[in-house]
């Protein structure tokens, strides 16, 4: 048992030293490199303030991992599907909440652990309430450039036989702003940035949540 004992420390210090060291190899003395991170809009997870100061979740995490070593955070802000294109073209190293998908594998490294669990859910304006989705067939629904929920709310329609006019938005505030104006009927999004946001722009969730993923 003893030994045992000493094996786990010894792997746990192991673990503690590899996610604790620079990465690339460079000697703690080295010169220091700037990591480009891509940011976008998305509270609670990241912030992008008036000043362009990036906080949140994400970069929370981030900077307490290079918060001892010899690398600097340049933080590349931006709409998602910009970030997704600057990770693509090698113009940024990381890019943060993103959800896996076999697509996005053939060219994105993921870590292992997530870092949140969401779900995609539709909102609406208060009239519309008590919408489901086969409500939604003819309607038109705002959805966000490449995002994993757009994607989830297209499949999910499809299960269930309903056809809806597409647009498509930068941003999820894009969404939210055309919903709220009666631009759209409906708009999708994850429900931690609708419960955080939905109110600011009058609209409620509905009872229409679909498909858990993880972001990493």
């Given amino acids: 048992m003893i030994i045992k004992c000493a ?13 604790t060291s620079p990465v690339h190899g460079e000697r703690p ?3 220091s490199k700037d990591i480009r991170v891509g940011v976008f809009p998305f509270s609670p997870f990241s912030r992008i303030g008036g000043d362009g100061e990036v906080s949140g979740l994400f970069p929370d995490i981030l900077n307490e991992i290079y918060r001892e070593g010899n690398h600097s955070i340049d933080y590349v802000s931006g709409t998602w599907s910009e970030g997704l294109e600057r990770l693509e073209k090698g113009e940024i190293d990381l ?3 993103v959800a896996y998908t076999e697509e996005r594998d053939r060219y994105m490294d993921f870590n292992m652990e997530p870092v949140a669990e969401l779900w995609s859910q539709v909102f609406v304006r208060p009239e519309n309430k008590s919408v489901n989705i086969n409500d939604l067939e003819g309607r038109t629904v705002g959805l966000m450039e490449r995002d994993i929920n757009g994607e989830h709310f297209l499949e999910t329609a499809a299960r269930f036989g309903v056809t809806c006019e597409i647009r498509y938005f930068p941003t999820h505030d894009d969404i939210f702003q055309s919903l709220s104006d009666g631009l759209i009927d409906a708009g999708v999004a994850p429900q931690h940035y609708g419960f955080q946001n939905a109110s600011s722009y009058g609209l409620i969730p509905s009872g229409i949540i679909f498909s858990p993923f993880s972001i990493y």
Avoid: A, T, Y
Avoid at 7 to 19: D, G, M, P, T
């Fill in 7 to 19: 094996k786990s420390r010894l792997l746990v210090l192991c673990l503690f030293l590899v996610f």
């Fill in 95 to 97: 890019m943060i909440c």
């Fill in 29 to 31: 003395d080295g010169p």
